[in-house]
Structure formats: structure tokens, C-alpha cells
């Protein structure tokens, strides 16, 4: 089946987000650092926040989503910070689907994240 740019782009969103939703759902820990912000670390049912692509710069990754009281919004990290690293890698050029499997882990799992 053939698709034209726009549904092309809508799939690519949908699939963007739904591998979002996955970080999410998976167990584990989380220690953020940011600027200003303490790190927090905790046990956790997901690491409490979505990401997305930076529209103007698809190569940032960007915070889409904070959820409520989860470790990220404990440490102060809001919609629209940069993920700049995970356990001190550079998340530039990876996937969402990299970033997933780069981040869950089982619960008691740390992974450290990098905002800013």
C-alpha cells in the first residue's frame, strides 16, 4: 500500500508516541540531574516522562510529558527540557526506540538521565 507524505508522517508520530508511552509503563529507577535540581532516586512504575523529537531540530530529544509526582517531576524536570544524556551517553542520533531500551530496565534498575 502506498502512502503519501502526510499519513507517512502521521504513522511516524504515532509510533513515536506510543514508543514514548512504553518508557513510561516499564519498571525501573531513576536518578535526573539538572541544572538547579537535586537528583532523585526512587523505585518507580516508569521513569514519568514522554519523549518526543524537537520539530525544529529532529536530532533533540525532548521532554513531551512530566507525569505527577513521578522521580522526574520530584527532581524538577518539566515539558520541554533537552535530554542531553543517558547513564552518560549522548542520546544524540538515537532512536526512540534506542532511548527506550537505553532507559527501562526492571524495577530497582538505575539509569541516570542527563536534562537541561
Given at each position: 500500500?502506498?502512502?503519501?507524505?502526510?499519513?507517512?508522517?502521521?504513522?511516524?508520530?504515532?509510533?513515536?508516541?506510543?514508543?514514548?508511552?512504553?518508557?513510561?509503563?516499564?519498571?525501573?529507577?531513576?536518578?535526573?540531574?539538572?541544572?538547579?535540581?537535586?537528583?532523585?532516586?526512587e523505585a518507580?512504575?516508569?521513569?514519568?516522562?514522554?519523549?518526543?523529537?524537537?520539530?525544529?531540530?529532529?536530532?533533540?530529544?525532548?521532554?513531551?510529558?512530566?507525569?505527577?509526582?513521578?522521580?522526574?517531576?520530584?527532581?524538577?524536570?518539566?515539558?520541554?527540557?533537552?535530554?542531553?544524556?543517558?547513564?552518560?551517553?549522548?542520546?544524540?542520533?538515537?532512536?526512540?526506540?534506542?532511548?527506550?531500551?537505553?532507559?527501562?530496565?526492571?524495577?530497582?534498575?538505575?539509569?541516570?538521565?542527563?536534562?537541561?
Amino acid at each position: 500500500m502506498k502512502m503519501d507524505s502526510e499519513a507517512k508522517t502521521a504513522l511516524n508520530r504515532l509510533r513515536r508516541v506510543l514508543t514514548a508511552l512504553a518508557l513510561v509503563v516499564m519498571g525501573m529507577s531513576l536518578v535526573v540531574t539538572a541544572p538547579g535540581a537535586a537528583r532523585a532516586t526512587e523505585a518507580f512504575g516508569g521513569v514519568g516522562v514522554l519523549l518526543d523529537f524537537d520539530p525544529n531540530n529532529p536530532q533533540s530529544v525532548l521532554i513531551f510529558s512530566v507525569s505527577y509526582k513521578s522521580p522526574a517531576d520530584k527532581a524538577k524536570v518539566r515539558r520541554g527540557d533537552r535530554l542531553l544524556k543517558i547513564d552518560g551517553g549522548d542520546v544524540t542520533g538515537l532512536t526512540l526506540q534506542q532511548l527506550a531500551e537505553k532507559i527501562r530496565g526492571p524495577v530497582g534498575t538505575q539509569v541516570v538521565l542527563t536534562v537541561q
